[in-house]
C-alpha cells in the first residue's frame, strides 16, 4: 500500500488559517517521497482549495456538506473520519490551533489511534519518524515515536515551522470533492460565533507584526510608548504575563505558554526578560528585537537584534525613524 501523509486545512469564513501553510511544510518535511495530499472540510470552500493546490501536493480533497458550514466537534469528527477512512493516509498532521485542540482527540479516540500535540520538529531515527514534543512548560522537549495502527494524528505548533518553506508546485495540484454522508441531527453542539474573551479580541497568531511589553514598561500610564511603535510598524500590541495579571492589557494578548503562541515576521520585545514561559509563545518568530536596559537578559539569547538600553529613549528615537 502506498503510503501517504494527510493535511488537514483550516478555515474560518473562506480565510485560510496561515497555521495550514507551516503544517504543510511540515509534512513536506516528513514525507521523504511520501505524497502530501491536503483535506479541506467546510461548504462551499472552492476558493480555499484553489489556494491552497499552489502547494507542492499530491492533490486538494474538499469535503464538502452544508452539516460543516459553522465548525462543530461531532460534524468535523463525522466528516474527517469518513475522509480518512477513504484516503487511508499513514500520518494525519493538523495546525495545533483552538480548534483543532477542540476535536482531534476525540477524532483520535474514535478511530482509536495514536495522538501526538503540540510538535515542535519532527527527527529520522533509523527510518522511522519521531517527533519531538515541549514538556513542562516548555523546560524540556521529550522525542515521541507513535506506536499502534496507522493513521497516527500529529498536531504542528504554530510557529514551529516556517509557512514560507511550504514548497509550491510548478502547477496547480488537482483539486476534487470526497462524498460523505452526515446526519445533522448526531450534532450535539450548537454552532456558534468563535471564542472570544472580549468585543474587541485580537487573533495574536495571525499578525505578521507583534510589539510585546514586559515589567520594563513599569506602569500602565506608559502603555503609549509601546502603542507608538506598534502603530507605527503597523503591528500589534501584546504583553508577558505579568502585564496581563496586572490587567495593564487584557487576556487575549498575553503571549506565552499560558497565552497564545505566535509566528509573527517580526516580534518587538520591550521590557521583557526572556523567561522560558514566555518564549515558549514566541520563539517561532521569524525576525525578534529585543529592548531591555539588562545586557544579561535570557530575551537577548533568541534575539536575532538587541539593543542593551533603556525602552524610554530606544522607542521614541526608533518611532522618530519610522515616521520620516
Not at 519532527?122 to 499502534?148: C, H, S, W, Y
Not at 460523505?180 to 505578521?208: G, N
Request: hydrophobic share 45%.
Amino acid at each position: 500500500m502506498l503510503k501517504m501523509i494527510l493535511v488537514v486545512a483550516e478555515q474560518r469564513g473562506g480565510a485560510l488559517n496561515r497555521a495550514t501553510w507551516e503544517t504543510i511544510a511540515a509534512a513536506q518535511q516528513l514525507a521523504s517521497g511520501q505524497p502530501v495530499t491536503v483535506v479541506v472540510p467546510g461548504s462551499g470552500k472552492s476558493a480555499v482549495a484553489t489556494e491552497l493546490a499552489t502547494a507542492q501536493v499530491k492533490e486538494v480533497v474538499t469535503v464538502d456538506h452544508a452539516t460543516l458550514d459553522l465548525y462543530t466537534p461531532d460534524g468535523y469528527t463525522a466528516a474527517l473520519r469518513q475522509a480518512i477512512e477513504q484516503l487511508a493516509p499513514t500520518t494525519v498532521l493538523l495546525p495545533h490551533t483552538y480548534q483543532t485542540r477542540d476535536f482531534a482527540p476525540q477524532l483520535a479516540a474514535r478511530m482509536d489511534r495514536a495522538l501526538i500535540t503540540d510538535v515542535v520538529a519532527i527527527k529520522n531515527a533509523g527510518g522511522e519518524a519521531m517527533f519531538v514534543r515541549p514538556m513542562f512548560q516548555g523546560k524540556l522537549t521529550a522525542d515521541v515515536v507513535p506506536q499502534g495502527p496507522v493513521p497516527h494524528f500529529i498536531t504542528c505548533q504554530i510557529g514551529a515551522f516556517r509557512a514560507d518553506q511550504a514548497a509550491r508546485g510548478t502547477s496547480p495540484a488537482p483539486v476534487r470533492s470526497l462524498a460523505i454522508t452526515a446526519d445533522a441531527t448526531a450534532i450535539r453542539q450548537k454552532p456558534e460565533a468563535p471564542f472570544q474573551e472580549a468585543r474587541q479580541a485580537v487573533d495574536l497568531s495571525q499578525a505578521e507584526r507583534i510589539v510585546a511589553v514586559g515589567r520594563g514598561i513599569k506602569g500602565q500610564e506608559h502603555l503609549p510608548v509601546a502603542q507608538k511603535l506598534a502603530d507605527a510598524l503597523g503591528a500589534e500590541l501584546a504583553a508577558s504575563r505579568p502585564i496581563c495579571d496586572a490587567g495593564w492589557l487584557p487576556m487575549e494578548r498575553q503571549i506565552g505558554s499560558s497565552g497564545q503562541t505566535v509566528a509573527p515576521k517580526l516580534y518587538v520585545a520591550l521590557g521583557i526578560s526572556g523567561a522560558i514561559q514566555h518564549l515558549v509563545g514566541m520563539k517561532g518568530s521569524r525576525t525578534i528585537v529585543a529592548i531591555n536596559k539588562d545586557a544579561d537578559a535570557p530575551i537577548f539569547e533568541v534575539a536575532d537584534y538587541g539593543i542593551a538600553g533603556d525602552l524610554f529613549e530606544m522607542v521614541p528615537a526608533i518611532v522618530a525613524e519610522l515616521q520620516k
